[in-house]
């Protein structure tokens, strides 16, 4: 919220900060990009994409903005000059112009000394950029939707701060989440499975995978890693109802009993197993997805997208200053042979008179 008086009439000393976000969520640390925010902006924006890997249902995410006045020169390379500057002028004339002599590249090395020995100086301290905190938040599980939000910032510092900047008081992102239960395989195997109005005698054998809010089955197990579209999908949700069938003393196995309402009508579907341990492993699964799905409320009614964060390109390597020579890569001295084998130079006239001239010779 620039003034009226600094944004419209374009007044006063150009304010410019560099900042940048710290983003926390239990040991995963993470950064923005630098922007550079002066009176010609009126939005700040970060275009990252951060991803957090193990964070729980009770988790906060602390986001920080930090601030720094960018009008001190803080460039590292003209630091040693400054200081030999300094030196010289503290120390007197005649050692200080030594001091600058053997800080200043020479003609024919980076350091010269002249033809003294090494002089050795304690490795100055850099003053950089100082940073300080500006604004935070935090946010939670509560805070989780599959589109953009407006968020309360806590502001700290004043006008009388050289990092400030007159913030709205809001921050606005998109905070999604993926929890294993909807993205990864929860439990996996063959069943026989039975729909409510059908032939009680017929039973379909089917390899089931429980992910998401589904239960999918296909006829085959290598579908799935075909990615085929499943035989049958039953519905697994918060409103599901899942039982399992009184044990029959005839039967190695237990049916399990899916109902789920579609408008206002009911359908179950049946499960059996081989075996009542496979039942027992079964009703686990059940339990445990209705209890994830239970922690992580409305993270779990679609599945969120998340798009991976892009690599962070690398910074560009500056080339060490130095002589000419030094910049030069050496060149290997190739022998005789190989100059008439690379020389394009020499064409094939000039190889008639030779090989005439020692024709002529011999």
Same mark, same amino acid.
């Given at each position: 919220?620039?003034?009226?008086?600094?944004?419209?009439?374009?007044?006063?000393?150009?304010?410019?900060?560099?900042?940048?976000?710290?983003?926390?969520?239990?040991?995963?640390?993470?950064?923005?990009?630098?922007?550079?925010?002066?009176?010609?902006?009126?939005?700040?924006?970060?275009?990252?994409?951060?991803?957090?890997?193990?964070?729980?249902?009770?988790?906060? %995410?602390?986001?920080?903005?930090?601030?720094? !006045? +960018?009008?001190?020169?803080?460039?590292? @390379? *003209?630091?040693?000059?400054? =200081? &030999?500057?300094?030196?010289?002028?503290?120390?007197?004339?005649?050692?200080?112009?030594?001091?600058?002599?053997?800080?200043?590249?020479?003609?024919?090395?980076?350091?010269?000394?002249?033809?003294?020995?090494?002089?050795?100086?304690?490795?100055?301290?850099?003053?950089?950029?100082?940073?300080?905190?500006?604004?935070?938040?935090?946010?939670?599980?509560?805070?989780?939707?599959?589109?953009?939000?407006?968020?309360? %910032?806590?502001?700290?510092?004043?006008?009388? !701060? +050289?990092?400030?900047?007159?913030?709205? @008081? *809001?921050?606005?992102?998109? =905070? &999604?989440?993926?929890?294993?239960?909807?993205?990864?395989?929860?439990?996996?195997?063959?069943?026989?499975?039975?729909?409510?109005?059908?032939?009680?005698?017929?039973?379909?054998?089917?390899?089931?995978?429980?992910?998401?809010?589904?239960?999918?089955?296909?006829?085959?197990?290598?579908?799935?890693?075909?990615?085929?579209?499943?035989?049958?999908?039953?519905?697994?949700?918060?409103?599901?109802?899942?039982?399992?069938?009184?044990?029959?003393?005839?039967?190695?196995?237990?049916?399990?009993?899916?109902?789920?309402?579609?408008?206002?009508?009911?359908?179950?579907?049946?499960?059996?197993?081989?075996?009542?341990?496979?039942?027992?492993?079964?009703?686990?699964?059940?339990?445990?997805?209705?209890?994830?799905?239970?922690?992580?409320?409305?993270?779990?009614?679609?599945?969120?997208?998340?798009?991976?964060?892009?690599?962070?390109?690398?910074?560009?390597?500056?080339?060490?200053?130095?002589?000419?020579?030094?910049?030069?890569?050496?060149?290997?001295?190739?022998?005789?042979?190989?100059?008439?084998?690379?020389?394009?130079?020499?064409?094939?006239?000039?190889?008639?008179?030779?090989?005439?001239?020692?024709?002529?010779?011999?």
């Amino acid at each position: 919220m620039w003034k009226d008086t600094e944004y419209f009439k374009n007044k006063g000393e150009l304010h410019r900060c560099a900042v940048f976000c710290l983003l926390q969520l239990g040991g995963e640390i993470f950064d923005t990009d630098m922007v550079i925010v002066d009176r010609t902006l009126t939005d700040i924006c970060f275009d990252n994409t951060i991803a957090f890997n193990e964070a729980s249902p009770g988790f906060e %995410l602390r986001v920080e903005l930090y601030s720094c !006045c +960018s009008e001190d020169d803080y460039s590292a @390379g *003209s630091t040693p000059r400054k =200081l &030999a500057s300094k030196l010289s002028s503290s120390l007197g004339r005649s050692a200080g112009k030594k001091l600058r002599a053997a800080m200043e590249p020479g003609a024919c090395s980076p350091v010269s000394n002249g033809g003294a020995a090494p002089l050795l100086l304690p490795v100055p301290s850099v003053p950089g950029p100082k940073y300080h905190l500006l604004a935070h938040t935090t946010l939670s599980l509560s805070h989780v939707q599959d589109s953009f939000r407006t968020h309360d %910032l806590t502001i700290l510092g004043n006008e009388e !701060c +050289s990092y400030w900047l007159p913030l709205y @008081g *809001s921050m606005c992102c998109r =905070l &999604a989440a993926q929890p294993h239960c909807m993205t990864q395989q929860m439990m996996g195997g063959w069943l026989k499975v039975k729909q409510c109005g059908g032939d009680p005698q017929t039973w379909t054998k089917v390899y089931a995978i429980l992910k998401a809010t589904s239960l999918f089955c296909y006829q085959r197990q290598e579908d799935v890693e075909a990615s085929v579209e499943p035989a049958l999908t039953i519905g697994i949700n918060k409103e599901t109802r899942i039982r399992a069938s009184e044990k029959d003393p005839l039967s190695k196995g237990q049916n399990i009993c899916i109902s789920n309402r579609y408008g206002g009508e009911e359908v179950t579907h049946t499960l059996n197993t081989e075996s009542r341990e496979d039942t027992h492993h079964w009703m686990e699964a059940f339990w445990q997805h209705f209890y994830d799905m239970s922690q992580w409320k409305q993270c779990c009614d679609d599945l969120m997208k998340i798009e991976l964060p892009s690599p962070r390109k690398p910074a560009p390597v500056t080339p060490k200053q130095g002589s000419l020579y030094h910049e030069m890569a050496p060149l290997s001295t190739p022998s005789c042979e190989g100059l008439l084998l690379q020389d394009n130079a020499v064409s094939a006239e000039i190889r008639a008179l030779l090989s005439s001239y020692y024709n002529d010779s011999y």
